[in-house]
Structure formats: C-alpha cells, structure tokens
T-cell receptor, first 110, second 113 residues
C-alpha cells in the first residue's frame, strides 16, 4: 500500500491559523489532493498540487515538496464551520484512483 | 447542475442478504469510482470505470463484490451474501478524467446485522 501519514486530530481556535501536514512515500507519485469532509457528508475538493510550491485559494493554501514527500494544508482565519476531517490523497502514474490518508479531524473552538 | 447522487442513503441488511447500491454521476463525467470508507478512516478504492468499461477492479475485496455501469452513466455496486465486515460507507465519485478533481456523493451507509 501507500504510506500516507497525517495527524489524527488537531484543535485550533477560531480566528487562528492551522497547518495540517501530510507525508507520503509512494512510487510513481503524480500529484496530491486535499479534501474536506464533514461528518456524514461527501468529501469536497479543496486543492490539487502537482508542482512544488504553494497554491493559494482564499482562506486555504496548500503546499507541496515532491523531493521531501511532504505537503501541508494551511487554513487561515479559522471559522467554526471549518471543523471537519481533512483528507490528503495522492495519485500515481498508471492508476486513476486516489490513495487517501486516514484524515485529520480538526476541531475549531471559540 | 446536480452533484453525484447516491441511493439509498442508509441500508440495513441481514448477514447473507444481497444488496445493491446506486450511483448517479455528474452528467458528462467519463470517470466513475467506488470507494469504501470505514469509520475514522480515509476512503479506500474499490473500482474504476471509464464510460462503460471497468478498467480497474483491483480494490474489490472479494468476488462477492460486483460493479457495473452498462450505459456509461449510472453505476451499481452489488454485494452478495453480505457479511458484517462489509459494514461501511460506500462512496461514489465522478470526474472528467485522469487527475481531475473527483466529486463525491454523500455515500450509502451500509449496516450488516
């Protein structure tokens, strides 16, 4: 299988910034996706990185370092509605599906 | 337009029964995926269709699992002779193609008693 590691749980304060890390070890790495999943709901697409560097999209940014096998998702100006699981997923050459980590459950507190 | 639609939303079955789960992808999406998600885990790949062709079924856990997409649109995942370990959320996703964002349905929560 693929070794995709994320912290299991994180807690952060409303209005703050939080960084969720993801490390991976996989042959044939192609790109990395971040998804948000509220309990009982569908995962929703947040970002996609294929090249090294930072991709910014509103309050959310995602970073990738291919040489280090490392990515992070940065959430700014946290809101209560950001409490959810954040899933890191990689794609590989020769495969069409996503390979997911176990997800990081983020709790935003007042 | 409408997103990915899955039905039923919840399914309870007795061990040994057969179940069928339906996925209606986003119109025009060529690629369709089925994933299985256990509680507190990330989704795990089951099978992949490109139009009506099932190109990858390497994730299906046993020959009790069968999926089809006969007209390249709606897909059905069938599980025969269900067992308790089949209890999970089954997610369907569709996309325009390779390395495009996959759009997920809300899933079917399957409970086997």
């Amino acid at each position: 299988g693929q070794n995709i590691d994320q912290p299991t749980e994180m807690t952060a304060t409303e209005g703050a910034i939080v960084q969720i890390n993801c490390t991976y070890q996989t042959s044939g790495f192609n790109g990395l996706f971040w998804y948000q999943q509220h309990a009982g709901e569908a995962p929703t697409f947040l970002s996609y990185n294929v090249l090294d560097g930072l991709e910014e999209k509103g309050r959310f940014s995602s970073f990738l370092s291919r040489s280090k096998g490392y990515s992070y998702l940065l959430l700014k100006e946290l809101q209560m509605k950001d409490s959810a699981s954040y899933l890191c997923a990689v794609t590989k050459t020769g495969a069409n599906n996503l390979f997911f980590g176990t997800g990081t459950r983020l709790t935003v507190i007042p | 337009g409408a997103g990915v639609s899955q039905s039923p939303r919840y399914k309870v079955a007795k061990r040994g029964q057969d179940v069928a789960l339906r996925c209606d992808p986003i119109s025009g999406h060529v690629s369709l995926f089925w994933y299985q998600q256990a509680l507190g885990q990330g989704p795990e790949f089951l099978t992949y269709f490109q139009n009506e062709a099932q190109l990858d079924k390497s994730g299906l856990p046993s020959d009790r699992f069968f999926a089809e997409r006969p007209e390249g649109s709606v897909s059905t995942l069938k599980i025969q002779r269900t067992q308790q370990e089949d209890s999970a959320v089954y997610l369907c996703a569709s996309s325009y193609g390779q390395n495009q964002p996959q759009h997920f349905g809300d899933g079917t929560r399957l409970s086997i008693l």
